[in-house]
């Protein structure tokens, strides 16, 4: 079955440095692969996708690439914000199925 | 366009009631989903449906049960609570694609 397994938090960073959450998967076929980010009280909002090896997403400075070689879809940003505080997921979908399956989820905290 | 919303967003509960958590969707989607969230654990499936009148078991349907006899409205039930099932409970929604929309959550105890 389909499973993703996220670097375990919680990650403290101050301002302005770099962030990186480490995700791989184990899929049959081709899944399409997400970051979700669940800030403070809210649900899960979608922070970046793709759908097919070499993609790349990218939304508000956060950057993730689709490895198939290595099974990894890594979260980067290079300057982190306060802002940027919250818990964030890995999650894959099969094609065919639209059913997520959701790493544990990485709590990240920036100071100041 | 409210989205996905979710009733109530907080709740307590003794362990043996009933309780039916709603949720709403404005968006015309066909799919809808209910997840759980436990600590360490990510989001886990609880069950889903992909249209009006049909429900589908996800990871951990056991003492819950799903109704969705409206397309905008899925419903949640635990017959009988347990202490187990505590737990910040979400909605999500979708079109037949991967990308699914979330609602708020509930945050549900059971003592």
């Known amino acids: 079955g389909n499973s993703v397994t996220q670097m375990e938090g919680p990650v403290t960073l101050s301002e302005e440095a770099f962030l990186t959450i480490n995700c791989t998967y184990t899929a049959t076929g081709y899944p399409s692969l997400f970051w979700y980010v669940q800030y403070p009280g809210e649900g899960l909002q979608l922070l970046l996708k793709?759908?097919?090896?070499?993609d790349k997403g990218s939304n508000k400075g956060f950057e993730a690439t689709y490895r198939k070689e290595t099974t990894s879809f890594h979260l980067e940003k290079g300057s982190v914000q306060v802002s940027d505080s919250a818990v964030y997921f890995c999650?894959?979908?099969?094609?065919?199925?639209?059913?997520?399956?959701f790493g544990a989820g990485t709590t990240v905290t920036v100071r100041a | 366009n409210a989205g996905v919303t979710q009733t109530p967003k907080f709740r307590v509960l003794k362990t043996g009631q009933s309780m039916t958590l709603l949720c709403a969707q404005d968006m015309n989607h066909e799919y809808m989903y209910w997840y759980r969230q436990d600590p360490g654990m990510g989001l886990r499936l609880i069950h889903y449906?992909?249209?009006?009148?049909?429900?589908a078991k996800g990871e951990v349907p056991d003492g819950y049960n799903v109704s969705r006899l409206k397309k905008q409205n899925f419903l949640l039930g635990l017959e009988s609570a347990a202490p187990s099932q505590t737990s910040v409970y979400f909605c999500?929604?979708?079109?037949?694609?991967?990308?699914?929309?979330f609602g708020p959550g509930t945050r549900l105890t059971v003592t």
């Open positions: 793709a759908t097919k090896a070499d």
């Open positions: 449906s992909v249209g009006e009148g049909t429900t």
């Open positions: 999650a894959l979908s099969d094609r065919d199925d639209y059913k997520l399956s």
């Open positions: 999500a929604s979708s079109y037949s694609t991967p990308r699914k929309y």
